[in-house]
């Protein structure tokens, strides 16, 4: 849980994750450092200073000593305390009552003056007591054999001040080490990127101009996936050059056989034979079709709402059953990527079979945030859905259906529609029709 919600708000992309890895380590030395610098710093500054001030406040309080045992007046005592504390630019009073009346009083952060009070008290043989509280003047009173001695001194004598000129550098520096690092990195990625790009554009069938660049492996995984793209675009169209020669080819025998069984005398085997010709004639005729359609027609951009306006007003034409209804997500601002004709064609052949099988169809469009998705339901009897994986494959026909409408298709036209619809990156997939009963054909292309 506690992974997953700091994973939450890590970054996801390369150059984020990079910076991340690069600048913590260097927070983290920068904040271990300064802590161990600073307080090193503080403590040897101040145990200096400390150590000063101590000997000066001895030399004070021996000097007193010595007048006192001289048996000098409480007021000419004052005077000489006075003028001391001057050369030593302290206040300094001596009071001829032998009492404090301070208490010690530190802030807790002031690490500094705690470590003032207590190198002063290891030092000053006699009962001391120190109020820090002011940030200005420090106040300490220490008593000697006959009264006591207050002394009000600076605190910047006490102790170093800030080194915020250290941490402001390192800041700067580490901003500007990242900012660096930050544009350096967006070059070396950026390749990464752009065969990112190319290869999702190629898996939906679309083709970007992409030349391989930065470092060794980016460059190296860009070289291989031009070979594999470049194989695979010569493999699809080998298939379909030989499927397309042999079905041509295959036409001009299969016409002298046609030619040669009209000739015959009519009975029921030439007239089966003649249904068997006519049959792989209308099979051939369907791959060649498909063949023409498929052979490399560039993408372009179109407007997916007027796409399918104008495939469903061309069924309307022959079918007046046929509706079509687009959901609130998808709108003229939608434009996709596609090769029109092709997956013209690839929803035509969905669009026939509903036309075939049912008395009503819908075409309904919907679009999430990954794809397109356009269902194609109608009223008919549907597959069962054991079947789904049969009605997809080349020449299937399911028995449910032969007798259908006198429904004498050849079996080619799901399959094709696969074809299309993963060549755009996209799948196809069966279900039933909630609303009429009949099969859905839901189509998503990747946006
Ligand atoms: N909407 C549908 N309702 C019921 N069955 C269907 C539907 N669509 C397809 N089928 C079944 O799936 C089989 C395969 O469909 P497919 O479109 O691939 O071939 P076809 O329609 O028989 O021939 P072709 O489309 O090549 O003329 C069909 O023969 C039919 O049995
Ligand atoms: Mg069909």
Known sequence: MARNSLKRYLPTNLLGRTVLILLFPIVLMEIVIGIAFIQRHFEQVTDQMSEGIALEIIYMKTELENEIARGSKPQELKKMIHELGNQFGYTAKYDHKSEITIIDDVSFFDLSGKTFIKNLNEKLSSASAYDLTNPRIVNIQTLVSSGRLDLMISRKRISASNPHQLLVLMIVVTLLLVFLSVIVLKNQIRPIGKLAKAAEAFGKG??????????????????????????????????????????????????????????????????????????????????????????????????????????????????????????????????????????????????????????????????????????????????????????????????????????????????????????????????????????????????
């Open 206 to 447: 679309q083709f970007v101009n992409f030349k391989p660049g930065g470092s060794d492996e980016v460059r190296r995984a860009g070289v291989a996936f031009l070979a594999m793209r470049a194989r695979i675009e010569r493999q699809i169209k080998q298939r379909t050059q030989m499927l397309s020669g042999v079905s041509h080819d295959l036409r001009t025998p299969l016409t002298r056989l046609k030619l040669a069984l009209t000739l015959q005398k009519e009975n029921q085997e030439v007239h089966d034979m003649l249904e068997d010709v006519n049959s792989m004639e209308a099979m051939l005729d369907e791959f060649l079709e498909f063949s023409k359609v498929s052979k490399k027609e560039a993408t372009k951009q179109i407007i997916m709402v007027d796409f399918l306006a104008r495939l469903v007003e061309k069924n309307k034409k022959h079918f007046d059953n046929i509706s079509l209804k687009i959901n609130d997500h998808l709108d003229h601002s939608h434009t996709m990527e596609i090769r029109e004709n092709a997956l013209s064609r690839g929803l035509q052949n969905v669009i026939d079979n509903a036309m075939t099988f049912g008395s009503k169809v819908e075409v309904i469009a919907i679009r999430d945030s990954i794809d397109t998705i356009i269902n194609i339901e109608d009223n008919g009897p549907g597959i069962k859905e054991e079947n789904y994986e049969l009605a997809f494959r080349p020449f299937s026909r399911l028995d449910e259906s032969r007798n259908q409408n006198n429904h004498s298709g050849v079996g080619l036209g799901l399959s094709i529609s696969t074809d299309i619809v993963k060549n755009h990156g996209g799948k196809i997939s069966l279900s039933r029709s909630e609303k009429l009963g009949g099969l859905r054909v839901s189509i998503r292309i990747p946006i």
